[in-house]
């Protein structure tokens, strides 16, 4: 049963990797719609089209699956950032660049915007299974600080900025506005998913964040030299 179901494209070989990834994206979809508790095995391996055994052989019991979801998604956000080229930007259109990609990754993935208010809404209690999770996060947060300093170093930056406050607040306010989009939606009589206004939108997150991040001082604004 578990060869038959590795089987693809018709021609007898067996592709692993096509099924595990059949899985993952049968149970994301699965988990976005029900949640944790209400996503049942045979759902999932019905909408990936395998029998229950092949999800069991691949994920061993759901929660794993689950966590292997969470982890799969949280790569695919990191390696979009990965993309961006930030260590060669300058300092200011790299900064810009980060943030209009946050939130547009919000706006063409609702999957990672459901899957992080699932798992908040469990209390990150899978979540903080996954060394791995960590580990991705290191590098958008190294990226920040590089720039961050680069940036101070020749007054275009305020000094001192940590890196992590300016991670959290590009992550929030890029998330708020699109899990809160039905309701804020509802609430202001307005479409916020209609393309003009989510465009606004993400200019004005744009303009918070570099508007922080501008020198406080004169002094500050000065580029610094070194002996």
């Known amino acids: 049963m578990a060869q038959a179901a590795e089987r693809a494209d018709g021609g007898g070989r067996r ?11 049968a149970a994301r979809t699965a988990f976005c719609a029900r949640g ?15 029998n229950k055994r092949m999800v069991y052989h691949y994920f061993g019991n759901k929660e794993d699956l689950y966590l292997a979801v969470l982890e799969d998604t949280y790569e695919d956000r990191r390696l979009h950032d990965s993309q961006l080229d930030l260590r060669h930007a300058d300092p200011q259109e790299g900064m810009r660049r980060l943030i209009r990609a946050s939130f547009d990754y919000c706006r063409r993935h609702p999957e990672y915007i459901k899957l992080l208010i699932v798992e908040n809404i469990n209390g990150a209690r899978h979540l903080r299974r996954s060394t791995k999770v960590h580990n991705l996060h290191l590098q958008v947060l190294d990226d920040i600080g590089e720039l961050l300093q680069r940036g101070s170093r020749i007054g275009l930056f305020r000094a001192h900025a940590d890196p992590t406050q300016v991670f959290m607040t590009i992550a929030s306010l ?4 699109h899990s809160n989009n039905a ?12 393309p003009l206004a989510s465009t606004a939108r993400e200019a004005h997150v744009e303009e918070v964040i570099m508007g922080y991040l501008r020198p406080r001082t004169e002094r500050e604004g000065q580029p610094r030299t070194f002996a």
């Open 36 to 50: 944790v508790d209400g996503a049942t095995m045979e759902d999932i391996a019905r909408r990936a089209e395998v």
């Open 174 to 177: 890029c998330f708020f506005y």
């Open 183 to 194: 309701t804020l939606s509802a609430i202001l009589e307005s479409d916020l998913a209609a």
């Open 15 to 25: 592709n692993p990797q096509r099924t595990r990834a059949r899985i993952l994206e």
